[in-house]
């Protein structure tokens, strides 16, 4: 079956710091993959996503690259501000047929940027 | 634009009780989805529907039944609550046709005693 991997949390940061999540995945076939993000108290956003091998999402500073032959999707962020202080997941949704909206997601990792 | 709208936002039930969530979207899309979020689990899919009147089991879907007689509302139910269901409840909708960004309620918080 499908899954995500996310880096072990939480991570802690200055501002200004660099930010990378790592997530890597297993599935069959040519997944779509994306990064949601939650903001304490609401719902989840979608941050990012990539729908083949080498497409780059990128959104509010925040970047990932579809890597099909390390099977990855990291997350980066050159400069973190304390309002990116948030959960981050990183999921797929297989492609085709009943599979379209069925996300599977890592754990997620929680980030605390200070001042 | 109302997009997904999830209620209540908050509930507490004892053992046994049962109650529905419901969850209503206003962007005409074709697929739904429960997840529920517990610490160190990220989400995980419990029910799904691929249009009114179709659903299927997720990777968690004891003690949960849904139904889908609308393209709009999709609800959950808990027939008898147990303390395991505590959690984190979100619903999600999908336009489906090649666009895979998933849209997501603010949630709802179940506490069972």
């Known amino acids: 079956g499908n899954s995500v991997t996310q880096m072990e949390g939480p991570v802690t940061l200055s501002e200004e710091a660099f930010l990378t999540i790592n997530c890597t995945y297993t599935a069959t076939g040519y997944p779509s993959l994306f990064w949601y993000v939650q903001y304490p108290g609401e719902g989840l956003q979608l941050l990012l996503k990539?729908?083949?091998?080498?497409d780059k999402g990128s959104n509010k500073g925040f970047e990932a690259t579809y890597r099909k032959e390390t099977t990855s999707f990291h997350l980066e962020k050159g400069s973190v501000q304390v309002s990116d202080s948030a959960v981050y997941f990183c999921a797929l949704s297989a492609r085709g047929g009943t599979s379209y909206g069925k996300l599977t997601f890592g754990q997620g990792t929680i980030l605390t940027v200070h001042p | 634009n109302a997009g997904v709208t999830q209620t209540p936002k908050f509930q507490v039930l004892k053992t046994g009780q049962s109650m529905t969530l419901q969850c209503a979207q206003d962007m005409n899309h074709e697929y739904m989805s429960w997840y529920r979020q517990d610490p160190g689990m990220g989400l995980r899919l419990i029910h799904y529907?691929?249009?009114?009147?179709?659903?299927d089991q997720g990777e968690v879907p004891n003690g949960y039944n849904v139904s889908r007689s609308t393209t709009e509302d999709f609800p959950l139910r808990l027939l008898s609550a147990a303390p395991s269901q505590t959690s984190v409840y979100f619903c999600a909708s999908t336009l489906g046709g090649g666009n895979t960004e998933a849209f997501f309620g603010q949630g709802t918080r179940l506490t069972v005693v």
């Open positions: 529907s691929v249009g009114a009147g179709i659903t």
């Open positions: 990539a729908t083949k091998a080498d």
